[in-house]
Nanobody, 126 residues
């Protein structure tokens, strides 16, 4: 089992930037696709971005494409989410998660990810 701890959230004005950090420990981190999800009040948790175990492929939700960048450092067991040009609709609790199947790539389904962290709040003011 992998344990995940997110940090880096905060309050920012529209158009600003934040970098989220997800620190992992436990099972072999480098074998799994890692993802970021978010959940706004009263809404379901949704996919934001993911990065393959080999750090060569990424995919994004259409709503963040071109503004957010996911990256990982397997040597440090860390995943990052750089968020630029933030909008009020990006306000949510952001969660880091690991795909539950080693080597799988491309899923956007919440049910395919596990080891959820506690989340970090991102608030974007207009």
């Amino acid at each position: 089992q992998v344990q995940l701890v997110e940090s880096g959230g905060g309050l920012v004005q529209a158009g600003g930037s934040l970098r989220l950090v997800c620190a992992a420990s436990g099972r072999t981190f480098s074998s799994y696709t890692m993802g970021w999800f978010r959940q706004a009040p009263g809404k379901e948790r949704e996919f934001v971005a993911a990065i393959a175990w080999n750090d060569r492929s990424t995919y994004y939700a259409d709503s963040v494409k071109g503004r957010f960048t996911i990256s990982r450092d397997n040597a440090k067991n860390t995943v990052y989410l750089q968020m630029n040009s933030l909008k009020p609709e990006d306000t949510a609790v952001y969660y880091c998660a690991a795909d539950q199947r080693a080597g799988r790539f491309g899923s956007r389904r919440v049910a395919d990810f596990g080891s959820w962290g506690q989340g970090t709040q991102v608030t974007v003011s207009s």
